[in-house]
């Protein structure tokens, strides 16, 4: 079959022909999918260009990266049901996994990372991993599950963001995310910032919202400042993996304001502490969702459906994911799906 594989700890991806998954003998935890489709992350840039931020999967390679994914399970109890399937993977064995806390396990591998993932026909996964897509989420919806829940982790380590005035700097897949939820949370504002990012901040229009920034031609505070009315924000969401970003949006806080990091950032930041002790600006990281998010991601993938749908921009058959990563890095596409055997119209 073929898949898009890291072969080497360099820049570059390679399509190539591998042999199919197949499970061990009587392992009856483990379950084949076969893959619909997967969206390009930030994390699968990051991976291509091998920025020093993912040098951690190093030891696994040659590993077939792609953890955004819809499926039909082939086996198990699941077998002929859409699932998506969470790819951080528990190790069972740890205290935490021993006590069913499967959220506090720290000895964790990556599908997509650490273990074979889903640019693929068909991946082996963890049955305890898969989640059964309800029948009114589509698979171009079902492939956003994971941004979605990422999103939905920054909104709780947000806190109550009801009536407030929300910076969401990074208008990708994640931070469409984190702009739609934050409006169903019911923020009295919401504004969007990006850096020559048309067609991403176009696809926000289309999701509806209006009070949009490309940085590209100015500062951060020139573009947002039409909408402050001498105002400041009560919550930044850092969405770009840009870590610069984060001190042009401290002075545009209020004080006692959060600022939400959820990028992953291919070098360190220089920050001066002391403007943000003076004004008690929490700077908090969010990464990770519970496990329990899943199932509630794809009730709301129903709900917002209509919200959602202009995050996908492009869906491309596998043998094509060299045009598709590049439309990814060119910042010329919103989401873009690989899906194996998809024949373009």
Avoid at 92 to 100: F, L, N, Q, R
Wanted: aromatic residues 4%; neutral net charge; glycine residues 10%.
């Amino acid at each position: 079959m073929q898949a898009l594989r890291k072969t080497r700890p360099e820049a570059g991806l390679e399509l190539v022909e591998v042999p199919a998954p197949a499970l061990p003998p009587g392992d009856a935890d483990e379950v084949l999918v076969r893959v619909r489709a997967t969206g390009i992350c930030g994390s699968d840039l990051h991976v291509d260009d091998w920025t020093p931020s993912y040098a951690f999967i190093a030891p696994a390679l040659p590993v077939t990266i792609g953890h955004e994914f819809v499926g039909v399970a082939q086996t198990g109890p699941l077998a002929g049901r859409r699932v998506v399937v969470r790819p951080s993977v528990t190790c069972g064995s740890c205290a935490a996994c021993t006590a069913a806390d499967f959220d506090r396990c720290e000895q964790r591998r990556g599908i997509g990372m650490t273990r074979d993932g889903a640019f693929a026909d068909s991946v082996r996964v963890p049955l305890r991993n898969c989640v059964p897509v309800p029948d009114g989420v589509d698979d171009e919806l079902a492939a956003l599950t994971e941004p979605l829940t990422i999103a939905m982790q920054a909104l709780r380590i947000a806190g109550d963001v009801a009536g407030a005035r929300v910076l969401v700097m990074g208008p990708g897949t994640i931070g469409q995310g984190i702009a739609a939820l934050a409006r169903r949370a019911g923020a009295r504002q919401v504004v969007v910032s990006g850096h020559d990012d048309a067609v991403r901040l176009a696809a926000l229009r289309r999701m509806g919202f209006d009070q949009l920034v490309d940085v590209a031609g100015g500062s951060l505070a020139e573009g947002v400042r039409p909408f402050l009315h001498g105002e400041r924000f009560d919550v930044v969401f850092e969405a770009t993996g840009v870590p610069e970003t984060i001190a042009e949006a401290l002075p545009l806080l209020r004080r006692n304001g959060v600022v939400v990091v959820t990028g992953i950032h291919a070098r360190p930041l220089t920050l001066d502490l002391t403007p943000l002790v003076r004004n008690q600006h929490q700077l908090r990281g969010s990464f990770r969702p519970p496990e329990s998010d899943w199932p509630l991601a794809l009730a709301l993938m129903q709900e917002l459906a209509p919200v959602l749908r202009p995050m996908v921009s492009h869906v491309l058959p596998l043998s094509q994911a060299a045009e598709g990563f590049a439309l990814a890095h060119g910042k010329r596409a919103c989401k873009v799906l690989l899906a194996p055997g998809h024949v373009q119209a």
